[in-house]
């Protein structure tokens, strides 16, 4: 979905509280209930001082900010996973055939927050992982709920994750995020990164995203910052 797409979606969805929310440049999504999950029982242990993780979950915009602004985070960078390096394009992931899914590269210290962490943050108010294959106005395979692990380890932290929140009826219906291993993460186009810093009263924004960030501050105080972690730092 093209952002001009996004906003006509986010519009159709909700016209007056998406107006107000752009004439107001304040969050406004009505529906947005944060929902703080609990820890993972198993988490893994930290390897040096920097490590990758990778997830998806909708519109890699609001990903990306809600990570941003976690302290350990030294980047979160929009792009492509789950597909092929020529298919690693907005236009043909667009789609929905090419088997990638809009999707985030955070890079952190592991001596500040671990990969158990990420996922908690990934869980409570980066997405839903109970929809299938859509997020808000978004739907299509390439929207879907997905995890990206880049070893062993995280890959058994993640599905043991997903199944005790599962166990733990965190949710009000079944966990449907994926875990997907052995695959390969391809930056998106530039034009993507930085998207909620640079646009905070686009309506998609306004009505989807800033609502994370809110949540974000309120349900984990001693992991937000107010300064992002940007891909172009902003220079004064």
Not at 40 to 47: F, G, M, N, Y
Not at 119 to 136: C, K, M, W
Not at 141 to 163: H, L
Request: aromatic residues 12%.
């Amino acid at each position: 979905m093209t952002p001009t797409s996004r906003f006509f979606a986010a519009a159709a969805a909700a016209p007056l509280l998406v107006l107000a929310a752009w004439q107001l440049g304040a969050p406004a999504r009505a529906d947005e209930e944060p929902r703080l999950v609990p820890p993972p029982s198993v988490d893994e242990t930290a390897k040096g001082a920097q490590e990758v993780a990778v997830v998806a979950g909708g519109c890699f915009w609001g990903v990306q900010g809600v990570f941003q602004h976690v302290k350990g985070v030294n980047s979160a960078l929009a792009g492509y996973d789950g597909g092929e390096a020529d298919t690693a394009h907005y236009d043909m992931t667009s789609r929905g055939d090419t088997g990638h899914a809009e999707s985030v590269r955070i890079t952190f210290n592991p001596n500040e927050i671990s990969y158990g962490r990420i996922l908690q943050i990934y869980f409570s108010v980066a997405h839903d992982p109970t929809e299938l294959n859509r997020q808000g106005p978004d739907s299509g395979t390439q929207y879907r709920s997905a995890i990206f692990p880049t070893d062993d380890e995280q890959a058994k932290v993640a599905k043991a994750y997903v199944a005790q929140l599962d166990a733990a009826h965190a949710f009000a219906a079944p966990i449907v995020t994926k875990v997907e291993p052995g695959k390969t993460f391809y930056a998106a186009e530039d034009y993507h990164q930085d998207f909620l810093f640079l646009n905070p009263t686009y309506p998609y924004i306004v009505y989807n995203d800033l609502p994370k960030i809110d949540n974000l501050k309120r349900l984990f105080p001693d992991a937000y910052r107010a300064n992002p972690a940007l891909v172009h730092p902003v220079h004064s």
